[in-house]
C-alpha cells in the first residue's frame, strides 16, 4: 500500500484545523505541541523518517 502523503486534513479536537508542515507534509496542531498524523506505513518515507517527535522540536533540527 502506498503511504498517506494524500490529500487529508486532520483536525484537532480542541483546537480545530491542523497547520501543514511542509517540510515534512505532515499536519500539526501547535497549541497541543503534537502531530495530527501517525507516521505512514513506508519505512523509506523520507517525510517520516525525518520528522522530530514535536512539533516545537522542529526548530532543533538543522536544515538537511
Ligand atoms: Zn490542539
Ligand atoms: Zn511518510
Do not use: T
Request: hydrophobic share 30%; net charge negative; proline share 12%.
Amino acid at each position: 500500500m502506498a503511504n498517506k502523503h494524500n490529500k487529508r486534513h486532520p483536525v484537532c479536537p480542541d483546537h480545530g484545523p491542523g497547520l501543514l508542515i511542509e517540510r515534512y507534509d505532515a499536519y500539526a496542531c501547535i497549541e497541543c505541541d503534537r502531530w495530527l498524523e501517525s507516521e505512514c506505513d513506508d519505512q523509506a518515507c523520507a517525510f517520516c523518517a525525518m520528522r522530530p517527535a514535536k512539533p516545537s522540536d522542529i526548530s532543533k533540527v538543522p536544515p538537511p
